[in-house]
């Protein structure tokens, strides 16, 4: 199956997913990161990326690019198609990272750990595989920030540093 991203306006996110959804041949949705607030003690959902609508089909790059045309009166506020060297379908390593840390949701659940001489190792979650691409951890925001590449973008999940005990 082949993913491809869409870049989308804000305002026109839910609308334009509504349609995408409408076609069979696609599973489009917006993958989401839970994050820990530690002051609060409470989870909350937000999008792992903004403006982006992640499209899942059996449909080629071409096909995908003429159903796309032939919904364009439905889809305004389609700014693009992200690309990675001229084909928008993500890469087989990019798709392995987002199965294996979404849920059947499409959620980035927290992953739990603690740190430990300056590295951070996860005891749960998403990031257990994970924990070697962590370059930085802000225990403020309960967030780690990941060295694995993304259309130029930063990966960011949630994480809840907790003592070794």
């Known amino acids: 199956m082949n993913w491809y ?5 804000s305002h026109k996110t839910n609308k334009i997913l509504s349609n995408l959804n409408q076609q069979k041949e696609l599973i ?3 993958p989401k990161s839970e994050v820990f607030h530690r002051e609060a003690k409470k989870k909350t959902v ?5 403006n982006y ?3 899942k089909s059996y449909l080629n790059q071409n096909d995908f690019n003429d159903l796309l045309l032939s919904m364009r009166d439905k889809n305004e506020g389609l700014i693009k198609q992200l690309e990675n060297a001229e084909v928008s379908a993500l890469r ?3 798709i392995e990272f987002f199965n294996s840390v979404l849920d059947d949701e499409y959620v980035a659940r927290v992953s739990v750990g603690y740190q430990e001489n300056g590295k951070t190792v996860i005891t ?6 994970y924990q070697d691409h962590i370059i930085k951890v802000v225990k403020h925001s309960c967030i780690a920030q990941l060295d694995l590449p993304f259309f130029d973008r930063k990966i960011v999940l949630g994480v809840e540093i ?4």
């Open 124 to 129: 749960s979650g998403p990031l257990l595989n």
């Open 53 to 55: 609508i992640f499209v």
């Open 92 to 94: 087989d390593k990019e």
């Open 162 to 165: 907790k003592s070794k005990n």
């Open 46 to 50: 937000r999008d792992m990326f903004n």
């Open 28 to 30: 489009a949705f917006i």
């Open 5 to 9: 991203v869409l870049y989308v306006l």
